[in-house]
């Protein structure tokens, strides 16, 4: 078993084969002689407060208050307890939920109790700590049943002689390099077996198995990674740093995982842009910054790249995705509502001396101040850094600004205003990007921050969202973006079905992609060429879509889809009226000579769907098709969308 090759399962369908650029910038920075060097030893850290005075000088005494009260509360709670029916509940039904929910809240807990009781230092907690800390030491697999990989063979358990390292195995071993940095003198009091314990159990399930590198996809060095890896390594860099009693290990894991870091990088086009979206930046881009953080700080700031032009792109990438409130620009899996981190945004703005981030952190945390400092699941050494710049934030009113204009090349995404409100982004790209969608040359349209032209995003994570049978979900499909069908076909998915010839325009008078959509099809539905347009007009304050299309023969169908959430009026020909929530009106045009127009409402039933009942503030997502009745073999037609 331990010869096999593990894919994990998430990265497996999904990971662009695009170029890597070998820019080694930590490996080339520096060497592990500089760790050697540079890395504070381990009992002269202190990255955080130990005891009730240093954290009574660090924080807020409302938060003081809360995170003991926090404490109390988890104390009180049964352990929520996990069983192999959970686990195997993956295989059986397809669902991964319930087993999440009860690892995540014994992690969720734990982390309460060790923060109350360094607060408030009275040992009312330490009991629970050493259950919660045996019980997830007993735990045979950290990580979750879906990307348990070639296991799975094994009905959906893990293999206990075969330990494997996945997002959330790596955010156990965090939790419990923190449970002994905050409590560990403490639990030695009970028994000195509890710390004994908590380093057997990471040295065997974490540092010794992520020394076979070639088992994981997310550290590969030639292949393109995704957010796994720099959100595993910022988790390997606490427990290496805050566990390692072994000097030379300690210091010889640090420069390892720090040269992991790098293939993210390295999988990164030179704008910086992420494929997966601004939801999934907060666990990648944000992670990049967890773990440079963690560095510079176990360093004395000697390991430092923030003066690394690609980091400042990488950084700038979620403000310029920003449209309005808490929505973002959500192209393939990403969601098109979060709440960002302000504090952590504040803190990387701080970092790269970029006063738009630091501009848009703060007002992301004046806007949502929770986000920042609740016990959300993941990013703990996050979290805990957030809570130390309380004091120092400014409370004055943020100069932020929604970015106008930006275009990330190396990811093809384009973004605009325009002064009457409306928000337009499109890219071209290809199917093959990290969480992809079939959605080359898609588009979405905002007015004064509601949505009008959606891309509806991704349902709920299940055993089919990250397997040969992606593609039947519908929200996966191009035959639910705002994209043509042509004669009964949509995209397909792989690297080679793209956009080409792409050329972006950001000037006074537009913003716009033009595209080559035509290899984003298979030949079989006889398209020989198909150009698009999607302009932003700046003098009309409209959207034109425009399509230019060759056909090898005349079709069967032609039919153009726009996804909405917005109310529909279809009465008048050639012209659609959305209305918003707020009951802003959009009309849509289109030649009724040319045109029929339907609707219809996708599936919301089945687990995979559940959350389109919610996500778009509980409208539903509604499907608009034109169906074509001139059926030309070749052709030029412009949408317009204006505002009334």
Known sequence: MKKLFLLFLL????????????????????????????IIPKNQWKPYPKNPDEWK??????LLQSLIKAGELAVRKEMPQLSATLLMEYVRSGDREQHSKISYARRNNLIDLILAESVEGKGRFT????????????????????????????????????????????????????????????????SPLIRKRIYYEVNRKIFEPIKQVERYGYLSKKNPVNNWNPWIVSNLLIADLLLETDETKRVSYAYNYAGFLDSYLNSLGDEGGCDEGPSYWFAAGACVFDALETLASATNGKVDIYNEPLIQKMASYVYKMHIADDYFVNFADADPKLRPDGLMLYRFGQALNDNALTQFGLWAFQKFPTTAIANSSFHRMRRIANFLVLLKVPTTPTSYKPNGDAWFGDIQVLTTRSSNGFFLATHAGHNAESHNHNDVGDFLLYANGEPVIIDAGRGNYTARTFSSKRYELWFTQSQYHNLPIVNGKGQLAGRQYEGINIKSTLNDKEASLAMNITPAYDKSTGIEVWNRTVKLNKIKNQIEITDDYTLTQKPVSLEQVFMTVCDIDTASPGKISLTTANKQNITLLYDAKNWSVSTDLPSTEGMEYNSFKTKW???????????NK??????????????N
Request: with cysteine; proline share 5%.
């Open 11 to 38: 990265s497996l369908p999904i990971l662009s084969t695009a170029q890597v650029t070998q820019r080694n910038i930590l490996g080339n920075r520096y060497s592990l002689d500089a760790y050697k060097q540079n």
């Open 57 to 62: 000088a660090a924080l807020p005494d409302t």
């Open 127 to 190: 009991e629970a700590i050493m259950n919660y800390v045996w019980a997830i030491c007993e735990e045979t697999y950290w990580g979750v049943p879906a990307h348990l990989g070639v296991q799975k063979a094994k009905n959906g358990l893990p293999d206990a002689e075969d330990p494997t390292v996945d997002l959330f195995a790596a955010e156990t071993a965090s939790v419990l390099a923190l449970t002994d940095y905050f409590t560990g003198e403490k639990l030695d009091k009970i």
């Open 617 to 627: 503030n509980s409208r539903p997502v509604r499907r608009i098709i034109l169906t």
């Open 630 to 643: 001139a059926l030309q073999q070749k052709g030029k037609y412009t949408f317009t969308l204006v505002q």
